[in-house]
């Protein structure tokens, strides 16, 4: 969960007022299917900042990026279909793909986020075993579970083989503007326009309770967007557009995006500094944004079986099963530093040292 109390009241007061306001009846009503077209041009300057340049016309606002997800997958998978994705993946993505009935095939990663020679020998594999590959699902930037970032150098490479394989790119990026030191690469769709599904979000550089994110689509599929789109929610939430169109137009959101960013990197630094004391012997991602430190267990260890244990100890991670669709991730878990206090960083890590040392000598 994001901490949404860094947000100061006043800021998201005045935007409601003004929205109640100033635009009362509207903002009560039923919106566009496609999103209110002044919030558009606003996702295009929020976009900027990762060197995105698109058309209004071609942003899609959606009920947090968890729908556009949704409804990527409904317009493109067929039961049977393979869905590339990082291996973990974002353990939401996988539910909604699987939903679709699509198969998903991950791909390796390392500190340096996906690697493009796997990504090529798994759609040669795939293709050899008459396949159908339709999408690459990729969290480039400060990656959900592992808090990796894929290189500019990548990201080139990702997107050529992609485009020589005719695969359409999934990118979705909620934390690449929560940066620690230096800003990420730009954003894959900065490269590469046609080939390129954008996801975006308020929820993390905002709040999630909002509930608006987007989708920034070539022409062709933005038309099926928004018909899905209307077919599943009528129009996305005008009251939450109105309020969030207020407060980029009147709260320094620049600055609270640092603030987030000052937030996160006390906490990053908490988690690893704890790590580095209570676990010297295990190995895990070194985030340079975002949320999330992935933690790899002695391969004896089992991190959804001891859930339970550490639970007991008042203290709770995600087992890195949940981000295979395939089993993998025994043998890790993620943990966030988003949401605690520094402090309850450091006794949750010093508890977790002890459940895992408890079941070393068990
Ligand atoms: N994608 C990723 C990688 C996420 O981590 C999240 C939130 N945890 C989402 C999408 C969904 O975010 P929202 O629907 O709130 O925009």
């Known amino acids: 969960m994001p901490y949404v109390s860094a947000l100061p009241r006043q800021l998201v007061e005045t935007a409601v007022e003004r929205t109640v306001r100033e635009h009362g009846p509207v903002a009560l009503q039923y919106g566009s299917g496609q999103g209110m077209p002044r919030l558009r041009e606003q996702i295009l300057e929020v976009m900027a900042l990762e060197g995105i340049r698109g058309s209004v016309d071609d942003v899609v606002v959606t009920t947090g990026s968890q729908h556009a997800l949704e409804l990527m997958a409904k317009l493109f998978l067929d039961p049977g279909d393979v869905v590339i994705a990082e291996g973990p993946s974002y353990v939401t993505a996988i539910t909604v793909f699987k ?46 579970p592992m808090g990796v970032t894929l290189s500019w150098q990548r990201r080139m490479e990702v997107l050529e083989i992609a485009r020589d394989a005719g695969i359409l790119v999934l990118e979705d990026n909620p934390y690449g503007l929560l940066y620690f030191d230096q800003a990420p690469p730009q954003a894959m769709r900065s490269i590469e326009e046609d080939g390129v599904v954008y996801l975006g979000t308020f929820s993390k550089t905002l709040a999630p309770g909002l509930r608006v994110g987007w989708a920034l689509a070539p022409h062709a599929i933005r038309e099926k967007l928004v018909l899905a789109n209307e077919a599943a929610v009528l129009s996305p939430s005008s009251f939450s557009q109105h309020v969030i169109s207020e407060y980029l137009d009147t709260a320094d959101w620049r600055g609270q995006i640092d603030t987030f960013r000052g937030v996160y990197r006390e906490r990053r630094d908490a988690m690893l500094a704890a790590l580095a004391e209570h676990l010297p012997g295990l190995r895990w991602t070194v985030p340079n944004g975002g949320f999330y430190v992935w933690l790899r267990l002695p391969e004896q260890l089992d991190s959804k079986a001891m859930l339970p244990r550490a639970v007991k100890e008042l203290v709770a991670y995600t087992p890195g099963t949940a981000f295979y669709a395939d089993g993998g991730g025994r043998d890790a878990m993620r943990l966030s530093f988003c949401y605690p206090t520094p402090d309850f960083i450091r006794e949750g890590v010093r508890r977790l040292a002890a459940v895992i040392s408890g079941e070393l000598t068990l």
């Open 99 to 144: 939903s679709f009935q699509a198969e998903i095939v991950h791909v390796e990663m390392d500190e340096g986020g996906l690697v493009p020679e796997a990504l090529r020998a798994t759609i040669v594999r795939l293709r050899e075993a008459g396949r159908r590959i339709k999408l690459l699902y990729t969290v480039p930037s400060f990656h959900n």
